[in-house]
Every structure is written in C-alpha cells, then in structure tokens.
C-alpha cells in the first residue's frame, strides 16, 4: 500500500512478529521511505499505529525531524495527536488504486 504525505509516496507494509521480535508496533524508515506496523495490529490499534508513524513521516517530510528537535518532543506530537484522531473520528482506510 501507497501513502502520500504531502505527495510524496510512502510505502505502508505489515510485517509478522514486529512487536515479538522487536518490541516495537511500527517504525518509519526516513531512508527507504516506508512506514512498518506489526501484521496482528488491528481496528482502532492499528489506526493509532499507522497515523503515528504517519506523523513521523510527515515531520521527515516537512523539515521537522531535521530542525533538532528532540526525539521525545517528536513522539509526544505523533501520539498525542494519533489519540485525539482515533477517540474523536471514525475513521477507514482511503480506497487507493496504485
Ligand atoms: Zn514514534
């Protein structure tokens, strides 16, 4: 699957035993431009997973992750805002023909 922030493409790939293996339910790589979320993530638990790393992505894109600003600043922004998303809006997957 294909994301685009701010048109920029973004492959999303699930990969079994993320969380297992690694200890982490998803990861976006800024070198290979790809966000990673653990394959058993499901409902309102991979939506929080996939629009946080989606911020992460978004700051890479926007210049934020580059200005110096702190790891722990960057992760409270994309889990503080992927909260308040997935508690307030019903949210589904956006059709996409790649
Ligand atoms: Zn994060």
Partial sequence: ???KIFGQAVS???EKGLANNKGLSGYYCP???VIVIDADARGDEFMLIKIH???HAM???IGL???GISRDVQEILAE???TVIVENFDLKPK????
Wanted: glycine fraction near 0%; avoid cysteine.
């Fill in 1 to 3: 699957m294909k994301l």
């Fill in 95 to 98: 059709r996409r023909k790649n």
């Fill in 59 to 61: 700051f890479d894109r």
């Fill in 53 to 55: 790393e989606v911020f």
């Fill in 80 to 82: 503080s805002v992927a």
């Fill in 65 to 67: 992750a580059q200005t």
């Fill in 31 to 33: 070198k290979d431009k």
């Fill in 12 to 14: 999303l790939k699930k």
